[in-house]
């Protein structure tokens, strides 16, 4: 009989959320394990904006349990938690880059030098506002600094605006990141400290034992003393076999990707709509589709998303599209991240995230040694599964 497998952390999930803690555990000195179920995922590390932003400049149309905005710092106005932790962790991103830039010689194209929140009306803008001074209020002026800018203003710092864009809302300490790189140089970076990483190794079933978990997939077994939850929408499947929940909705998302073009933005500005990144190449999304469970790409919805772009950046019109792609986020009903330790497999830790790009540094720097300290703090309280379980009044 073959000797069982063991090892004293495994990470399930191998996006920048896995890995950034895989990392993170790592720079502690120990050299976790991770299991992802490869290429063909459904990985939300693909399928996102990979913007660095400390705030949406809109509330979005999602059903939620509370009003918070999806991405980023400023994900939540409820609780004020969870805006501070975003916050913080979008304020360390030069230092997150660096260290990936000393440990593997890649630049990951990191840029915040400002972002504009896009709007077609003077009232959507001050709508925003109005949002984002509350925001303010509630975290006692922890939050970041913002501008409304009417279209003369926002034409002078963005020459290509169209005139149908009536107002923006401008975030100078906001951009974006290429999450690519940021995924090769974690590969890299892991693999640089004695970590294996495998791919095509889909986890079925996580059964708590004696001294902690057997993992099991249609590539074998192995048995780990602490599991990490790291998988994105499969969180929802594994939570429960190790006492944890991780409820989430579909929300919809597509990406276009134009040919290479010359600088629209100046000062590598960044937008909520288009984006340009240091190829040339220009990013078109802010897309959101709650009815379908299909992940294909939609012609019609990506239709409506570049007639939006367009309209805010008429030059965009004579560009080729030469990719499209669609994914669902990982998205926990009121938007705020899903951070919590078993208490009935205390080894088993579950994090699932929506803007997992931005939150990086607090889960490098923060959670990963409260991790391998063995125990989430009191801080982590707010982000429990346990705030969705709100009794039903008759």
């Given at each position: 009989?073959?000797q069982?497998?063991?090892?004293?952390?495994?990470?399930?999930?191998?996006?920048v959320?896995?890995?950034?803690?895989?990392?993170?555990?790592?720079?502690?000195?120990?050299?976790?394990?991770?299991?992802?179920?490869?290429?063909c995922?459904?990985?939300a590390?693909?399928?996102n904006m990979?913007?660095?932003?400390?705030?949406?400049?809109?509330?979005?149309a999602?059903?939620r349990?509370?009003?918070?905005?999806?991405?980023?710092?400023?994900?939540?106005?409820?609780?004020?938690?969870?805006?501070l932790?975003?916050y913080?962790?979008?304020?360390?991103w030069p230092?997150?880059?660096?260290l990936?830039?000393?440990?593997?010689?890649i630049?990951?194209?990191?840029?915040q030098?400002?972002f504009?929140g896009?709007?077609?009306?003077?009232a959507?803008?001050?709508?925003?506002?109005?949002f984002l001074?509350k925001?303010?209020?509630?975290?006692a002026g922890?939050s970041?600094?913002?501008?409304?800018?009417?279209?003369?203003?926002t034409?002078?710092?963005?020459?290509?605006i169209?005139?149908?864009v009536?107002?923006?809302?401008?975030?100078?300490?906001?951009?974006?990141v290429?999450v690519?790189?940021?995924?090769?140089?974690?590969n890299?970076?892991?693999?640089?400290?004695?970590?294996?990483?495998?791919?095509?190794h889909?986890?079925?079933?996580?059964?708590p034992?004696a001294?902690?978990?057997?993992i099991?997939?249609?590539?074998?077994?192995v048995q780990?003393?602490?599991?990490?939850?790291?998988?994105?929408?499969?969180?929802?499947?594994?939570a429960p076999?190790?006492g944890?929940s991780?409820?989430l909705?579909?929300?919809?998302?597509q990406?276009?990707?134009?040919?290479k073009c010359?600088?629209?933005?100046?000062?590598?500005?960044?937008?909520d709509?288009?984006?340009q990144?240091t190829?040339?190449?220009?990013?078109?999304?802010n897309s959101?589709?709650?009815?379908?469970?299909?992940?294909?790409?939609?012609?019609v919805g990506?239709?409506?998303i570049?007639q939006?772009?367009?309209?805010?950046?008429?030059?965009?019109?004579?560009?080729?599209?030469?990719?499209?792609?669609s994914?669902f986020?990982?998205?926990?009903p009121?938007m705020a991240?899903?951070?919590?330790?078993?208490?009935?497999?205390?080894?088993?830790?579950?994090?699932?995230?929506?803007?997992?790009?931005c939150l990086?540094p607090?889960h490098?720097?923060?959670?990963?040694?409260?991790?391998?300290?063995?125990?989430?703090?009191?801080e982590?309280?707010?982000?429990k599964?346990?705030?969705f379980?709100?009794?039903?009044?008759?």
């Amino acid at each position: 009989m073959a000797q069982l497998e063991r090892c004293e952390y495994v990470v399930v999930g191998g996006g920048v959320v896995g890995e950034t803690i895989a990392w993170g555990l790592a720079r502690g000195g120990v050299k976790p394990l991770i299991l992802d179920a490869g290429d063909c995922a459904d990985r939300a590390s693909r399928q996102n904006m990979a913007q660095i932003v400390h705030t949406l400049t809109r509330k979005p149309a999602y059903p939620r349990a509370g009003p918070n905005a999806p991405w980023a710092v400023g994900q939540g106005f409820d609780p004020v938690e969870f805006h501070l932790w975003a916050y913080n962790a979008a304020k360390r991103w030069p230092q997150y880059a660096e260290l990936l830039k000393d440990e593997t010689k890649i630049d990951v194209n990191l840029i915040q030098n400002g972002f504009f929140g896009i709007h077609f009306s003077q009232a959507e803008g001050e709508a925003a506002c109005k949002f984002l001074e509350k925001i303010s209020i509630a975290t006692a002026g922890q939050s970041t600094k913002f501008e409304l800018l009417d279209h003369k203003e926002t034409h002078k710092r963005l020459p290509n605006i169209g005139p149908k864009v009536a107002t923006s809302v401008f975030f100078p300490k906001d951009g974006q990141v290429n999450v690519l790189r940021v995924l090769q140089a974690l590969n890299v970076a892991l693999a640089g400290r004695g970590c294996e990483y495998r791919a095509n190794h889909l986890v079925n079933n996580i059964e708590p034992v004696a001294g902690g978990f057997k993992i099991t997939g249609e590539w074998g077994e192995v048995q780990t003393e602490k599991v990490i939850l790291a998988a994105g929408r499969g969180n929802e499947r594994l939570a429960p076999m190790v006492g944890l929940s991780s409820p989430l909705f579909r929300s919809k998302g597509q990406i276009l990707l134009t040919e290479k073009c010359a600088p629209i933005f100046p000062n590598g500005y960044a937008t909520d709509i288009v984006q340009q990144d240091t190829d040339g190449n220009i990013r078109i999304g802010n897309s959101n589709v709650l009815t379908t469970d299909s992940n294909l790409t939609d012609p019609v919805g990506a239709a409506a998303i570049v007639q939006r772009a367009v309209q805010a950046f008429p030059s965009l019109a004579g560009l080729s599209i030469i990719r499209i792609w669609s994914g669902f986020r990982v998205l926990p009903p009121d938007m705020a991240p899903i951070y919590e330790q078993s208490t009935s497999a205390p080894g088993a830790f579950v994090v699932t995230v929506n803007g997992g790009v931005c939150l990086a540094p607090g889960h490098l720097f923060n959670l990963a040694p409260a991790i391998l300290a063995g125990q989430l703090g009191a801080e982590y309280d707010p982000f429990k599964a346990r705030r969705f379980c709100v009794p039903q009044t008759s």
